[in-house]
């Protein structure tokens, strides 16, 4: 089963003559259990690709259909539940509470998904100990490396099994040892907890651990195995 489909999207800015086209009818699966790479340049609609995929952005036209679930973009609220339930977000700002432990903040994630208690904290302990940091869990963000924050962002995104993982430049803030550590740990959980992910990102070492890499260019889509 695809972890997401996305089906002759489109996504236009402004009306009449001043109407800009972002997306030009651009269709994209993700598998569970696949990695895929987005990239593409500045201003080549793979963010605006991403927010539609993440259900953060309305489409003007076209079909998302996540872990066999078609999105209906008219129902705010529906689209809320979706994100609760199916996708994890990575970011490239790392995005955790100062104030919280790195346990605390995957039990945040938790608790917004409906996870309390005891049930909550195994689950913060279980991905923490997958992304290396089960030493590290009372650490708050201050204390912790850049490659150990975006770990903690990782550990969060996988926490309650959501099918899909979408990553924005999850490597742009590390240094190329730090990002390296956090590329390994994406692709194995992936693979061994059957999620989809996908990466829009710059960095060319992003290729080395995709399935397959997506190209966007001018609102249109070239794909081609991954080197």
Same mark, same amino acid.
Request: a positive charge; aromatic letters at 4%.
């Given at each position: 089963?695809?972890?997401?489909?996305?089906?002759?999207?489109?996504?236009?800015?402004?009306?009449?003559?001043?109407?800009?086209?972002?997306?030009?009818?651009?269709?994209?699966?993700?598998?569970?259990?696949?990695?895929?790479?987005?990239?593409?340049?500045?201003?080549? =609609?793979?963010?605006?690709?991403?927010?539609?995929?993440?259900?953060?952005?309305?489409?003007?036209? =076209?079909?998302?259909?996540?872990?066999?679930?078609?999105?209906?973009?008219?129902?705010?609220?529906?689209?809320?539940?979706?994100?609760?339930?199916?996708?994890?977000?990575?970011?490239?700002?790392?995005?955790?509470?100062?104030?919280?432990?790195?346990?605390?903040?995957?039990?945040?994630?938790?608790?917004?998904?409906?996870?309390? =208690?005891?049930?909550?904290?195994?689950?913060?302990?279980?991905?923490?100990?997958?992304?290396?940091?089960?030493?590290?869990?009372?650490?708050?963000?201050?204390?912790?490396?850049?490659?150990?924050?975006?770990?903690?962002?990782? $550990?969060?995104?996988?926490?309650?099994?959501?099918?899909?993982?979408?990553?924005?430049?999850?490597?742009?803030?590390?240094?190329?040892?730090?990002? $390296?550590?956090?590329?390994?740990?994406?692709?194995?959980?992936?693979?061994?907890?059957?999620?989809?992910?996908?990466?829009?990102?710059?960095?060319?070492?992003?290729?080395?651990?995709?399935?397959?890499?997506?190209?966007? &260019?001018?609102? &249109?889509? $070239?794909? &081609?195995?991954?080197?």
């Amino acid at each position: 089963m695809n972890a997401i489909e996305a089906c002759d999207i489109t996504k236009t800015y402004g009306e009449g003559r001043l109407a800009v086209p972002v997306l030009k009818g651009v269709s994209l699966s993700v598998a569970r259990g696949e990695v895929v790479a987005l990239e593409g340049p500045s201003g080549s =609609g793979k963010t605006t690709m991403l927010c539609i995929l993440g259900c953060l952005l309305t489409p003007s036209s =076209g079909r998302v259909t996540i872990d066999g679930r078609e999105v209906d973009p008219r129902r705010p609220r529906g689209l809320w539940k979706v994100r609760r339930r199916s996708i994890g977000f990575v970011f490239q700002q790392f995005n955790l509470f100062p104030s919280l432990t790195a346990a605390q903040n995957v039990e945040y994630t938790l608790n917004l998904r409906g996870w309390r =208690g005891r049930k909550a904290r195994r689950e913060a302990d279980r991905v923490l100990e997958q992304v290396g940091l089960a030493e590290r869990k009372g650490f708050r963000p201050r204390d912790l490396s850049g490659g150990q924050k975006q770990r903690v962002a990782v $550990a969060r995104a996988l926490a309650g099994s959501a099918p899909l993982i979408l990553a924005d430049e999850p490597t742009g803030n590390l240094d190329s040892e730090s990002g $390296a550590q956090v590329l390994g740990i994406f692709r194995r959980l992936a693979k061994e907890e059957n999620r989809g992910l996908l990466i829009v990102t710059h960095d060319p070492t992003v290729r080395a651990i995709a399935d397959r890499v997506v190209s966007i &260019r001018d609102g &249109r889509l $070239a794909t &081609r195995e991954a080197s």
